[in-house]
């Protein structure tokens, strides 16, 4: 072998032991399933500065355009955790029972900012009788029309509900198609700024009922609790930099979402996020996630929405320390 061809092999060879190592060294890849929803924000915030890998791991966000799209990823398998709401985890226990969630995290509470959006001229819920509802194909859609109809008499069987993503629900009632919908921050930012649409009903008047939270494949739990504390971690690593640095984060927050950093700012006003110190109270056993799964699942059962027997997410608050 001439020296020419040694050095090139020699060269060769180091390239893929570099590579080598840098796969071997690579943090695991962890998948997580969002939407267009402010909180789970924090999540881009933390892939797009690295905190992640500062907590030994990849996390790969795969946004998803409605809920039921995320749902379905990751009841089929495709992403390994899930950023949902409440009445969304127990459809998934209900779906694909082998990988109803374990819940690890409590993100956020929605105070306000999950709203039933109808004409001006509509004083109530109830004026919806008879009338064009839009909503996403989700639970937490007909869980807000069940709850705002409250004890009216009303059931959902009394609208005639129509179906779409956020975005197309919004265009829908602004070209007259609908007389209200089910919409939540961003999507409903610009209905509100505009006199036609007035808030018929929100969160803010079920508090403790509209809970985000951080929810994972009970595989994953078992056979890797590790990665899925470095999660957990990477969601307060998010958290203390927002407080940091909190127009910056913001700014990076606003621009994938597609608004302003006021505007997102302005979103914070209606929710609110618990700290690390709170999370074992309120994952506890009998603690106040924990009554209100309970809550929705007769909530659900009762609207005909979910057969008996369908198990609820098993509560870990130990993965959270």
Same mark, same amino acid.
């Given at each position: 072998m001439t020296r020419g061809r040694a050095a090139v092999t020699v060269a060769a060879l180091a390239a893929l032991l570099l590579t080598g190592c840098r796969l071997a060294f690579a943090p695991p890849r962890l998948r997580l399933a969002i939407v267009d929803w402010p909180a789970y924000e924090y999540f881009y915030l933390a892939s797009r500065r690295s905190l992640d890998r500062q907590q030994g791991?990849?996390?790969?966000?795969?946004?998803?355009?409605?809920?039921?799209?995320?749902? !379905?990823?990751?009841?089929?398998?495709?992403?390994?955790?899930?950023?949902?709401?409440?009445?969304?985890?127990?459809?998934?226990?209900?779906?694909a029972p082998q990988r109803c969630p374990a819940i690890v995290l409590v993100l956020d509470q929605s105070n306000g900012a999950d709203q039933l959006i109808g004409r001006a001229e509509f004083a109530a819920p109830t004026s919806l009788k008879g009338r064009r509802?839009?909503?996403?194909?989700?639970?937490?859609?007909?869980?807000?029309?069940?709850?705002?109809?409250?004890?009216?008499?009303?059931?959902?069987?009394?609208?005639?509900?129509?179906?779409?993503?956020?975005?197309? =629900?919004?265009?829908?009632? !602004?070209?007259?198609?609908?007389?209200?919908?089910?919409?939540?921050?961003?999507?409903?930012?610009?209905?509100?700024?505009?006199?036609?649409?007035?808030?018929?009903?929100?969160?803010?008047?079920?508090?403790?009922?509209?809970?985000?939270?951080?929810?994972v494949d009970p595989a994953?739990?078992?056979?890797?609790?590790?990665?899925?504390?470095?999660?957990?971690?990477?969601?307060?690593?998010?958290?203390?930099?927002?407080?940091?640095e909190p127009e910056q984060a913001a700014a990076v927050m606003a621009q994938r979402?597609?608004?302003?950093?006021?505007?997102?700012i302005a979103s914070q006003a209606l929710i609110s996020y618990p700290d690390?110190?709170?999370?074992?109270? =309120?994952?506890?056993a009998s603690g106040p996630v924990q009554r209100t799964l309970e809550l929705l699942s007769r909530q659900m059962r009762q609207a005909r929405r979910l057969p008996a027997g369908v198990p609820l997410p098993r509560l870990m608050p130990e993965l959270e320390r």
């Open positions: 791991l990849t996390l790969q966000v795969d946004q998803f355009g409605s809920l039921q799209d995320q749902r !379905q990823a990751y009841s089929r398998g495709d992403v390994d955790a899930i950023a949902t709401t409440l009445p969304e985890a127990i459809a998934i226990c209900h779906q509802v839009g909503l996403e194909r989700s639970v937490l859609g007909e869980f807000m029309l069940v709850r705002a109809l409250g004890d009216s008499g009303l059931t959902l069987a009394d609208l005639q509900l129509r179906y779409g993503s956020p975005k197309a =629900l919004v265009a829908q009632l !602004q070209a007259g198609q609908l007389e209200a919908i089910v919409s939540y921050a961003p999507h409903s930012d610009r209905l509100l700024r505009d006199p036609r649409w007035r808030v018929l009903f929100s969160s803010s008047q079920i508090p403790g009922e509209v809970v985000d939270v951080l929810a994953l739990v078992r056979q890797n609790p590790g990665l899925v504390r470095s999660l957990v971690n990477t969601w307060w690593a998010a958290r203390r930099l927002a407080a940091a979402q597609g608004v302003t950093p006021q505007q997102f690390r110190a709170e999370q074992p109270a =309120l994952l506890a």
